[in-house]
């Protein structure tokens, strides 16, 4: 295999590098922290973007879109919001280049400087805000159920291809509600939509939760989260939804006339999900032969190979191929059909695998005399010869099969990496040995939280909805406490 | 009507700002020369975008994502790109804000300071050909034929809604070619997908033609384009193609061994569309009451509306309105049922003919009883009542008729602004005078072009593909010419 990666075992990190390097998924770019999303990484993100715009339609939303820059003095509006906040962002300061005197090129014109700074958005919630102040008067303006689909800048000084990235690309809901009630059920209903996501389509199972004090979003009165475990037992917050409160409206002044003709601030949410989520899909399900992709957001759910020896074999293959691929197609399937003779089956068979593409058919001579094919399933390996009658439906079985079957595995990996914890040690085991998510009691102090992060690296990644309360003691402080919550080391 | 607007004939200028307002397609954001495209706008772009990314993946290309930021030097490589293009840009200097001393918000952290600055991009021809660059090896890697979808930014001092912002969004392909010959092939085949675009979706008819050497892109060989003719007589660039030849691989040294063995310099293209479409949209079609859309392009297809006295009428009419929206959208079309109480019939006409919504059906206790329905059709206002059975297919014939016929209407328009003149007067009778498009000769030099266009504004729109050759004399000069050129004031 020309393109050999490093196992997990070996280096769990240098996989996940090898892998989104050699599967041309993405790559550094020149520009510090920056990435290049490559062809076969961005169709990924467009498959994922066409379902999750699909359900924000479906539940009342429409796209706009709003600038790329913020003025500065819009951060210090809200306060816990600039306190919070990163503050690590990319900032403009001029807005003209000239010539270079001595003629090397081009310097900054110092005489273009912009009397107010203005930021690369990091986040919209200013800005929009800002807008949503001359959008609502009345009652009758509101709901407003906007989303956007846009490019955001975090300057971040350690970065990973998809994970942590200076430059990302996300959606970003920002609605706008009458009253409390209705802003805490669109923030819920928005989590929703995100486990839905990532447990039906990245076949990626999830924890719906509340952040704690110290985890949650700057500006929010509550952040939700689903949490997900990768296979070396670290957890990834996979999308967030803010219940806001009334914190953006305060700031920006944003008021409306309720139908009792009273004056009242607005309430609102924010939810998102970035590029990230293609690191998550990667780390959750592939192997050291490369990417496994749930067939609901593979670019490719079937790759045909011919077997050949001579020319003549490899035309009457071809022609087999083709109508095989024509048939699939029929069914909603996406085919390639990879019939050069510059490449040895061994090394299509192993660049698919590295691929991850979900079905691969090969064609030989004796398949063309019985009229068969051999189907091999990316998830498992497992190859079987199946005739060619009926190979369409038996394709589109295979494929909801494995779709069930990569989330099985991961949900019944993420069972075997969940602990109920009672003391230190075993806390410290799970966070530090075994890896994977400890259900453990804790005193509710933002003190013990912050002691346990520094002693272990572990968080809390969220406190379940649903919770059960449960009386028992902190693993740390040995003080009160009323129920487990979910503690892991994230990504 | 709540929302008059200026009449055309009054004001060109500020009927068009109106429109764009009151349609509630986008407005000016608080950051200079940035616009908020508002939920209906955005629809529009959508519609757009779907139909355009569908037509470059049928002919052979994929999406992929660059780096919003290029470093400042980038721009230096290419001569004639760093000397011809805008040097108005976005310059990002600075990577962190800290808290202000005084407690008064946030300050730039002078001391996170870039040592090279990251220019927001204007266009990506140098940050993509320099990561080409590591792509190709031989011929085998080649073609690469990548689009992107993304915003850019060219500082404008005086801005107008999708005309000219300074933020806007746009798709942006960059292909990388083995010959000279495959390169100029691409570069017609996606000026021709802009035709097609225009004409067929966007109902404008377009003349294709070269540009000249003081109009082309900075750093093309050769740049072609659709060009387009505005109410008002001006003309707009709908869409541009360039043949980049070998200059930028020459800047970013990219090179290929070809099949022979030989180490060559790779041929490029680029080819870019943007918002200034919906523009060109509002500008080509619409009247004094508002927006006209072709239903290609149109968010909403059919408003149905109903006409009542008492709550029982609506009852009633709401069940029947319902059910024919049912049979809409079962043909395909989006139907929006406005059964608000709280707005009478006369103010959703003229809501809905100002956003341009290209049938309305209008059903009162009349039709109940005749089950009949009234049918207004946007473009012409007519009204019509028409029996509810085989309104699927009446809708949908009359919609095609509408698309058909806003194209005639601008064709016609087109065809009745377009001069062919001889003489220096006729020319400014035409150009100054009358408006549209003047077919006139000129003596090929820029000398020329740059004095006409001081004279009159006006300047050379194209060279049309298969210009006739026709011996002439210069309009301006009196110098021989061969060929007639297409002169206009632009946008």
């Not at 305060?250 to 003709?261: I, P, T």
């Not at 670019?299 to 087999?320: F, R, Y």
């Not at 085919?335 to 058919?361: C, M, N, Q, S």
């Amino acid at each position: 295999m020309a393109k050999e990666l490093t196992s997990r075992q070996e280096n769990y990190s240098q996989w996940y590098n090898d892998l989104v390097i050699k599967a041309e998924l993405a790559e550094s770019s020149v520009v510090r922290g920056c990435m290049v999303i490559r062809p076969y990484g961005y169709a990924i993100w467009e498959k994922m973007q066409a379902v999750l715009d699909r359900m924000f339609k479906e539940t009342g939303h429409v796209n706009a879109y709003f600038p790329l820059f913020i003025p500065k003095s819009f951060f210090s509006k809200e306060a816990e919001h600039v306190e919070g906040f990163a503050k690590e962002c990319a900032i403009v300061t001029h807005y003209r280049l000239r010539n270079d005197e001595n003629g090397r090129g081009v310097v900054v014109d110092e005489t273009a400087k912009l009397e107010e700074e203005l930021i690369v958005r990091p986040t919209s919630e200013t800005i929009i805000w800002n807008t949503y102040k001359d959008w609502i008067k009345s009652y009758r303006d509101l709901p407003i159920l906007i989303n956007q689909w846009a490019n955001v800048v975090r300057w971040e000084m350690r970065t990973r291809l998809f994970l942590r990235t200076t430059e990302f690309l996300w959606q970003e809901g920002h609605t706008a509600h009458a009253t409390r009630e209705e802003a805490v059920a669109e923030t819920l209903k928005m989590l929703q939509v995100y486990a839905t996501f990532a447990e039906q389509y990245m076949a990626l199972p999830v924890i719906m939760g509340i952040k704690t004090e110290s985890e949650k979003f700057a500006g929010a009165v509550d952040t939700y989260t689903i949490e997900t475990l990768m296979q070396d037992g670290k957890a990834l917050q996979g999308g967030t939804s803010h219940f806001l409160g009334q914190n953006f409206a305060r700031a920006f002044d944003v008021k409306y006339l309720s139908k009792e003709g009273q004056l009242d601030l607005v309430w609102a949410t924010s939810w998102g999900v970035t590029t990230r989520l293609i690191g998550a899909l990667i780390m959750a399900h592939s192997d050291d032969n490369g990417l496994v992709l749930p067939p609901k957001l593979a670019p490719i759910h079937v790759v045909i190979v011919p077997i050949h020896k001579t020319d003549e074999q490899l035309t009457s293959i071809s022609e087999k191929a083709l109508a095989i691929k024509k048939m699939l197609e029929n069914e909603g399937h996406t085919v390639k059909y990879d019939g050069r003779d510059t490449h040895k089956p061994g090394w299509k068979f192993a660049e698919y695998e590295l691929k991850g593409i979900p079905v691969r058919l090969a064609i030989g001579p004796r398949d063309l005399e019985n009229n068969t094919v051999e189907v091999a399933r990316r998830d498992t390996l497992e190859k079987k010869v199946v005739p060619v009658e009926g190979i369409a439906a038996y394709v589109t079985g295979l494929l909801n099969e494995i779709q069930k079957n990569i989330y099985s595995k991961a949900l019944k990996f993420r069972e075997g990496k969940t602990f109920t914890v009672n003391t230190w040690e075993e806390f410290r085991d799970v966070v530090e040995v075994k890896g994977g998510f400890a259900y453990a009691h804790w005193d509710g102090t933002p003190e013990t939280e912050a002691r346990i992060k520094e002693e272990t690296k572990a968080t809390i990644r969220c406190i379940p909805l649903d919770n059960p309360a449960e009386e028992g003691k902190c693993i740390h402080s040995g003080r009160p406490s009323k129920q487990r919550v979910l503690f892991a080391v994230a990504y």
